[in-house]
């Protein structure tokens, strides 16, 4: 079986097969199949030696072919079954070849009753050849040689002829069907392997997807929670001591109490931090521990001191037991719209309205303040309001006009 196995016998190079462990499970059995197939060749090459001897014995034939024998078995066990199992350098292969049929044509043409070895020794080639031009070639250039002992002894008839033709081409045959069966089997190998690997990469470009995705989304919405929470909070801030730093010369009462307000806002900022950083890590209230109702009121009542506008927040509805998400969603929508009336809106009312309706909540937040533009701008705000409704399955509408106010209503399944 010299020559031709090279296409898997062996485990497959760890660069493969690190990262797969169904591809190394699988280069192991295959390396496992491998060894028994070699073994199993091994033993009938040996067979073959073993009626060779019998036929030295019986036939009366100089002992000395024993040593013939017995050196076509040593560069078998010393050549080709090596290279076989633990990939010796190929030239071994060669070599094998070379000494097996040199000895088979003593063999042959001391003992004519040994001819059958030089089929044995033909299969040796026969995965050389598959089904390829040159290697059909090479073997029927094989079978020739090392059938060529009985046209050699004495005198040529047009019987030894034919059966020195029927012997080769019988050789030829057999021995090529065998290398090609070798060949194909190992062929459809290699493509069962490829093909493990492809699926394997594939899954590992799957899971690096899903991954990327994870994170990404992990990113977009760490940024929606900063941007609804701390940015807004700090906005905050700056604003009252701005206001706090304006009439401090002035009016001293109203600069503490802004900046009495300021320091409640901070601290309540500060807690919103530790709620979402727990929140992150796997557990937490992103609210802060606080209902709904009492969060919204909070929130209104911090924008009417700040910019000193009257604000309501008014519950329909019977109150029920939220989500965490449906109500984390709803507060954080409600901290945007507010955030954007202490913006833009120069309004001096706002409302809030929570209802609480038989298969979802409605949140709208009115101003009557200057409005919108006819093309609103697509900033950070807008669209993670209207990303955090979607991610739930919800609808967001905003009706504004220039001077006419604005109104922001979301509607949020209950799940």
């Known amino acids: ?3 031709g196995a090279d296409a898997s016998a ?3 190079d760890d660069s493969r097969t690190a990262t797969s462990p169904t591809v190394a499970e699988d280069s192991r059995e295959s390396f496992r199949s491998w060894t028994r197939i070699a073994r199993l060749w091994a033993v009938a090459w040996h067979f073959a030696l073993l009626v060779a001897v019998v036929l030295v014995f019986t036939g009366r034939q100089p002992l000395w072919l024993l040593v013939l024998v017995a050196a076509m078995s040593a560069s ?5 079954y090596p290279w076989l199992l633990d990939r010796v350098p190929y030239r071994a292969v060669y070599h094998h070849l070379a000494i097996v049929s040199a000895l088979s044509f003593v063999l042959v043409w ?5 001819i059958f070895l030089a089929s044995i020794v033909l299969s040796q080639f026969s995965p050389l050849a598959g089904f390829r031009i040159q290697g059909i070639a090479t073997m029927a250039g094989v079978a020739a040689v090392l059938t060529l002992p009985i046209l050699l002894r004495g005198d040529l008839t047009w019987g030894d ?3 020195w033709t029927l012997t080769a081409g019988s050789a030829l045959l057999v021995n090529l069907f065998i290398g090609g069966f070798f060949v194909e089997m190992l062929n459809d190998n290699d493509r069962r392997g490829a093909l493990i690997r492809e699926l394997e990469d594939t899954h590992e470009e799957l899971e690096r997807a899903h991954h990327e995705a994870g994170v990404r989304e992990e990113r977009e919405r760490l940024a929606r929670e900063i941007h609804d929470t701390l940015a807004q909070g700090f906005t905050s801030l700056l604003m009252l001591i701005q206001a706090a730093d304006a009439t401090l010369d002035t009016d001293p009462d109203t600069t503490r109490e802004r900046l009495d307000l300021a320091a409640r806002t901070a601290r309540e900022n500060l807690a919103e931090a530790r709620a979402l950083i727990s929140h992150t890590e796997g557990g937490g209230d992103p609210t802060a521990g606080l209902p709904l109702d009492a969060t919204l009121q909070r929130a209104a009542a911090r924008i009417g001191e700040e910019l000193g506008m009257a604000t309501s927040v008014d519950i329909g509805g019977s ?14 929508i409600a901290q945007e719209a507010l ?4 913006k833009h809106a120069q309004a001096a009312t706002v409302t809030v309205w929570l209802t609480y309706g038989a298969e979802q909540l409605t949140l709208a937040v009115e101003d009557d303040g200057v409005g919108m533009p006819e093309t609103p701008c697509k900033g950070f705000g807008l669209r993670s309001m209207r990303e955090r409704v979607e991610q739930v399955g919800g609808a967001l509408t905003i ?12 509607e949020v399944p209950y799940e």
Do not use: F, I, K
């Not at 078998?76 to 080709?80: A, G, K, N, R, S």
């Open 1 to 3: 079986m010299g020559g």
């Open 10 to 12: 062996e485990p497959a």
């Open 76 to 80: 078998y066990l010393l050549l080709e």
């Open 110 to 114: 001391v003992d004519p009753s040994l």
């Open 161 to 163: 002829l034919a059966g």
């Open 319 to 332: 109150p029920r037991t939220l989500s965490a998400n449906a109500q984390v969603v709803t507060l954080r």
């Open 339 to 342: 955030a954007n009336v202490r």
């Open 399 to 410: 009706t504004s006009a220039p001077g006419a106010g604005t109104r922001v209503e979301a």
